[in-house]
């Protein structure tokens, strides 16, 4: 099974508030995306937005350039939906985010909860920070949320990386500033606990600089 089919079943399996990762609010990416982007009409990129219902919350603030990449369809057929009418506000990504082809140096914010965690191959990680130098803007803002040393080897069937400050240091590279970090307990939809990790990075400049 691709890595695209297995998350499409993820999906059509469970509703949105059933998966491990579901919270009804992400009230922490919301305060460190305002303390990045205080300018609403800043661009701003929700990697693994999926069903999250962080969109909603940042367009209920005022945000006016928002893009969510999912590499599930029918997550973000589901998202669109739940929109109505602001989901045409909205722009749609469909893809993996180590393949998928960004526009250059054009967000101010690339946000993700729970899918960096995901990547276990060298390769695939190296090919997301890629990502992300080509996609930022000087002096943009990369906000993660990834699990902490503590969490669960295992997340939706699918082994995963556990990180302290010092790996995901290691892993974003010297051209980001670290710029503060904490630990959050989630609660699953099932009662169970999760450590993540909050990192909010300033992107020190462009690959060449």
């Given at each position: 099974?691709?890595?695209?089919?297995?998350?499409?079943?993820?999906?059509?399996?469970?509703?949105?508030?059933?998966?491990?990762?579901?919270?009804?609010?992400?009230?922490?990416?919301?305060?460190?995306?305002?303390?990045?982007?205080?300018?609403?009409?800043?661009?701003?990129?929700?990697?693994?937005?999926?069903?999250?219902?962080?969109?909603?919350?940042?367009?209920t603030l005022g945000y006016q350039n928002i893009s969510v990449l999912d590499i599930s369809s029918g997550a973000i057929?589901?998202?669109?939906?739940?929109?109505?009418?602001?989901?045409?506000?909205?722009?749609?990504?469909?893809?993996?985010?180590?393949?998928?082809?960004?526009?250059?140096?054009?967000?101010?914010?690339?946000?993700?909860?729970?899918?960096?965690?995901?990547?276990?191959?060298?390769?695939?990680?190296?090919?997301?920070?890629?990502?992300?130098?080509?996609?930022?803007?000087?002096?943009?803002?990369?906000?993660?949320?990834?699990?902490?040393?503590?969490?669960?080897?295992q997340c939706s069937g699918l082994e995963v990386v556990r990180h302290d400050i010092e790996l995901l240091c290691k892993?974003?590279?010297?051209?980001?500033?670290?710029?503060?970090?904490?630990?959050?307990?989630?609660?699953?939809?099932?009662?169970?606990?999760?450590?993540?990790?909050?990192?909010?990075?300033?992107?020190?400049?462009?690959?060449?600089?």
């Open positions: 099974m691709t890595t695209k089919a297995y998350w499409e079943s993820v999906y059509r399996r469970n509703s949105a508030n059933e998966v491990s990762w579901y919270r009804l609010h992400l009230e922490e990416s919301v305060k460190l995306i305002q303390q990045a982007a205080p300018d609403c009409s800043a661009a701003i990129i929700d990697v693994g937005g999926g069903e999250s219902t962080l969109v909603d919350d940042l367009l057929q589901a998202t669109q939906q739940r929109l109505g009418k602001a989901a045409s506000t909205v722009v749609w990504l469909v893809g993996d985010i180590t393949k998928a082809t960004l526009p250059k140096q054009r967000y101010a914010v690339w946000h993700d909860r729970a899918v960096f965690h995901f990547l276990v191959n060298p390769a695939q990680q190296a090919a997301y920070i890629q990502q992300i130098l080509n996609s930022l803007t000087k002096d943009g803002h990369l906000v993660m949320a990834v699990f902490g040393p503590d969490s669960p080897k892993h974003v590279g010297p051209k980001f500033e670290l710029i503060n970090h904490s630990l959050e307990e989630h609660h699953t939809p099932r009662g169970k606990t999760q450590q993540f990790l909050y990192a909010h990075f300033r992107f020190k400049g462009s690959k060449s600089s």
